[in-house]
């Protein structure tokens, strides 16, 4: 029996693999999920003996979802009773919201209907562009502090910059300032030596789903993608930019970095502290305590409207992607899409298509060179049915952009963490900013004009005669998009 084991070892180990992987499309079938990713799945546990497992165990199962996640929704509920009438806007703030948005009335109604999206109108907001932006408005208002600051990132790190936030953070914890820290296990990397620091001045810190081996991970499924920060209540950030040297541009930097932040002083503040509060919830596993001063009364002298959209596994729907498709959908003038990672899904193609082809001006900017090559490729593979829709596409060549940005008809923007792709609307938690503003929308607008100056126009003919090795490349890695 040993001898056969022996002589057969890489057969019988072929047979298991294949009855896993029945076991698996069995179960991949069940649950009903689109298509193209139970294709996906299958294709790959079938032509790829244990490989195909990995990928599967890694990415495609969601067991932890339904176990985890489930508790997160409760503590969300919980959260909500708790907070009470401070998320709340008075309904008769809502008939003065400025006439140039009547007809974008849909998009506010969308996300209006759910307790965790109310359209907020007294906020003054500060379109930040790059990280050397963000980071000085943002080390200034942390030192500023007088009550606490929250923090939950998806990367930080403890290098140049991200050394200087924490070494702020520090410092307020121990003057008495209550500090919470929470950061993606997958994403950060703080060393042991910064962890000891941080604990021995009082910061709070907990790591979001934390893994064995972070750094073989990769891009493991239910990340904490968003970007927060609030101090005092009353000022808060929210954009694409994460802590670490590679989003700050400066003489040691070699590539270019190009980014885009934003920074909200008023009610809107309220709505990141409840995403905050319930992440908290969550990774400290503790009954949070749900002080008033989480939630102070500001005047921000301003009248800017904002709705903070949020989406992951634990909500019931798409939040983000569900807004940016009916604010598409809603366009009459133009579109500007900024986004570094393209593999949208079918209803995003067609409502890009449908606009462009009913006189709406579509024009997309992304990376020439991606840091995915997987990414790049797949998102090439979309550009030609885009195009043959008469949307223009760009790409940015004087580095890597960044940003995640849509701003339509000189009334509505978006500045948030979504990117255009299936792991942000379906997988991992994200969260935007909304802003009905005609003001801001035409800062937003002119920061993507001036983008294009170093972008170059993809010539369509030309296009169409790329290589066949180029085609079969996107081809291929167009295959895996629905796993990305």
Same mark, same amino acid.
């Given at each position: 029996?040993?001898?056969?084991?022996?002589?057969?070892?890489?057969?019988?180990?072929?047979?298991?693999?294949?009855?896993?992987? !029945?076991?698996?499309?069995?179960?991949?079938?069940?649950?009903?999920?689109?298509?193209?990713?139970?294709?996906?799945?299958? &294709?790959?546990?079938?032509?790829?003996?244990?490989?195909?497992?990995?990928?599967?165990?890694?990415?495609?199962?969601?067991?932890?979802?339904?176990?985890?996640?489930?508790?997160?929704?409760?503590?969300?509920?919980?959260?909500?009773?708790?907070?009470?009438?401070?998320?709340?806007?008075?309904?008769?703030?809502?008939?003065?919201?400025?006439?140039?948005?009547?007809?974008?009335?849909?998009?506010?109604?969308?996300?209006?209907?759910?307790?965790?999206?109310?359209?907020?109108?007294?906020?003054?907001?500060?379109?930040?562009?790059?990280?050397?932006?963000?980071?000085?408005?943002?080390?200034?208002?942390?030192?500023?502090?007088?009550?606490?600051?929250?923090?939950?990132?998806?990367?930080?790190?403890? /290098?140049?910059?991200?050394?200087?936030?924490?070494?702020?953070?520090?410092?307020?914890?121990?003057?008495?300032?209550?500090?919470?820290?929470?950061?993606? /296990?997958?994403?950060?990397?703080?060393?042991?030596?910064?962890?000891?620091?941080?604990?021995?001045?009082?910061?709070?810190?907990?790591?979001? &789903?934390?893994?064995?081996?972070? @750094?073989?991970?990769?891009?493991?499924?239910?990340?904490?993608?968003?970007?927060?920060?609030?101090?005092?209540?009353?000022?808060?950030?929210?954009?694409?930019?994460?802590?670490?040297?590679?989003?700050?541009?400066?003489?040691?930097?070699?590539?270019?970095?190009?980014?885009?932040?934003?920074?909200?002083?008023?009610?809107?503040?309220?709505?990141?502290?409840?995403?905050?509060?319930?992440?908290?919830?969550? !990774?400290?596993?503790?009954?949070?305590?749900?002080?008033?001063?989480?939630?102070?009364?500001?005047?921000?002298? @301003?009248?800017?409207?904002?709705?903070?959209?949020?989406?992951?596994?634990?909500?019931?729907?798409?939040?983000?992607?569900?807004?940016?498709?009916?604010?598409?959908?809603?366009?009459?003038?133009?579109?500007?899409?900024?986004?570094?990672?393209?593999?949208?899904?079918?209803?995003?193609?067609?409502?890009?298509?449908?606009?462009?082809?009913?006189?709406?001006?579509?024009?997309?900017?992304?990376?020439?060179?991606?840091?995915?090559?997987?990414?790049?490729?797949?998102?090439?593979?979309?550009?030609?049915?885009? &195009?043959?829709?008469?949307?223009?596409?760009?790409?940015?060549?004087?580095?890597?952009?960044?940003?995640?940005?849509?701003?339509?008809?000189?009334?509505?923007?978006?500045?948030?963490?979504?990117?255009?792709?299936?792991?942000?609307?379906?997988?991992?938690?994200?969260?935007?900013?909304?802003?009905?503003?005609?003001?801001?929308?035409?800062?937003?607008?002119?920061?993507?004009?001036?983008?294009?100056?170093?972008?170059?126009?993809?010539?369509?003919?030309?296009?169409?005669?790329?290589?066949?090795?180029?085609?079969?490349?996107?081809?291929?890695?167009?295959?895996?998009?629905?796993?990305?």
């Amino acid at each position: 029996m040993i001898a056969f084991v022996k002589d057969n070892v890489w057969w019988i180990l072929l047979v298991l693999n294949y009855l896993l992987a !029945v076991s698996a499309v069995i179960t991949i079938l069940l649950k009903n999920i689109n298509p193209s990713k139970t294709v996906a799945y299958i &294709m790959v546990l079938v032509f790829f003996p244990f490989f195909g497992l990995i990928v599967y165990y890694l990415f495609g199962q969601e067991y932890r979802k339904s176990k985890i996640f489930n508790r997160k929704d409760i503590a969300n509920t919980n959260i909500i009773k708790s907070v009470g009438d401070n998320l709340r806007v008075e309904e008769k703030k809502f008939d003065h919201i400025d006439i140039d948005l009547d007809d974008k009335i849909k998009l506010i109604k969308l996300l209006k209907a759910s307790d965790k999206s109310p359209l907020t109108l007294d906020n003054s907001v500060d379109i930040l562009k790059n990280g050397e932006v963000k980071f000085e408005r943002l080390f200034e208002d942390l030192k500023q502090a007088k009550q606490y600051i929250h923090l939950e990132y998806y990367i930080i790190k403890d /290098d140049a910059i991200g050394t200087e936030l924490l070494d702020i953070i520090s410092e307020k914890a121990k003057a008495g300032i209550e500090v919470k820290l929470s950061y993606d /296990d997958v994403g950060s990397k703080l060393s042991s030596t910064m962890k000891h620091q941080l604990n021995e001045c009082g910061v709070e810190h907990f790591p979001f &789903m934390p893994v064995a081996f972070s @750094s073989l991970t990769g891009k493991s499924n239910y990340r904490n993608h968003r970007k927060i920060a609030i101090i005092d209540g009353t000022i808060g950030y929210i954009g694409g930019i994460n802590v670490s040297d590679n989003y700050v541009n400066n003489s040691n930097k070699s590539k270019y970095w190009r980014d885009t932040h934003l920074r909200i002083y008023g009610e809107a503040v309220k709505v990141l502290q409840f995403h905050f509060l319930t992440t908290w919830e969550f !990774v400290s596993d503790t009954k949070l305590d749900i002080k008033k001063i989480y939630f102070p009364e500001v005047d921000s002298n @301003s009248n800017v409207a904002v709705q903070i959209a949020a989406s992951g596994p634990d909500t019931d729907w798409a939040n983000i992607m569900e807004a940016i498709l009916t604010a598409i959908n809603n366009a009459e003038d133009y579109i500007y899409l900024t986004t570094p990672y393209f593999i949208p899904n079918p209803q995003i193609i067609s409502a890009l298509q449908i606009a462009s082809k009913v006189g709406v001006d579509v024009k997309l900017l992304i990376p020439k060179n991606s840091d995915s090559w997987v990414a790049e490729n797949a998102t090439n593979s979309y550009l030609d049915t885009l &195009m043959e829709a008469g949307i223009e596409v760009y790409r940015y060549c004087k580095g890597f952009i960044h940003a995640k940005t849509m701003v339509v008809d000189d009334v509505f923007s978006t500045i948030g963490t979504c990117n255009l792709d299936n792991r942000s609307f379906n997988i991992n938690f994200e969260i935007n900013a909304l802003i009905y503003n005609k003001k801001q929308s035409e800062i937003l607008k002119n920061h993507f004009l001036e983008d294009l100056k170093d972008s170059e126009c993809i010539d369509f003919e030309s296009w169409k005669n790329r290589s066949k090795f180029s085609k079969l490349k996107e081809s291929f890695a167009r295959l895996w998009s629905p796993l990305l």
